[in-house]
Nanobody
Framework: VQLQASGGGLVQAGNSLRLSCAAS????????MAWFRQAPGKEREFVAA????????YYSDSAKGRFAISRDDAKNLVFLQMNSLKPEDTAVYYC????????????????????WGQGTQVTVSS
């Protein structure tokens, strides 16, 4: 599976962005999907995930209430709608795919994912 993230950019605090992750090579319908982000000098951290069967969504505490993850398996796309952006959301955002089930215990662990996109830069100015 090849993943291509897009939609990043420079926005002012309080505004919104919608990230997209396009997959090729294989259908995403049997993959759990997630977004991670990495700010300069920090480790890559979990942002949100969505399961492949029930489409259940999970969020980090920082994303909860502001971000929404969704997927369109017919188009092999995953989205991250980010609202009320803050300067601390500035990071490179990566989409990731995991074959099979996502679990609460493992979905936040980078090593659990099989495929990664190249990342898209999000910069939020104050």
């Amino acid at each position: 599976v090849q993943l291509q993230a897009s939609g990043g950019g420079l926005v002012q605090a309080g505004n919104s962005l919608r990230l997209s992750c396009a997959a090729s090579g294989r259908t995403l319908s049997s993959y759990g999907m997630a977004w991670f982000r990495q700010a300069p000098g920090k480790e890559r951290e979990f942002v949100a995930a969505i399961t492949w069967r029930s489409y259940q969504a999970y969020y980090s505490d920082s994303a909860k209430g502001r971000f929404a993850i969704s997927r369109d398996d017919a188009k092999n796309l995953v989205f991250l709608q980010m609202n009320s952006l803050k300067p601390e959301d500035t990071a490179v955002y990566y989409c990731a795919a995991k074959s099979g089930a996502l679990t609460m215990a493992t979905m936040t662990e980078r090593g659990r994912y099989d495929y990664w996109g190249q990342g898209t830069q999000v910069t939020v100015s104050s």
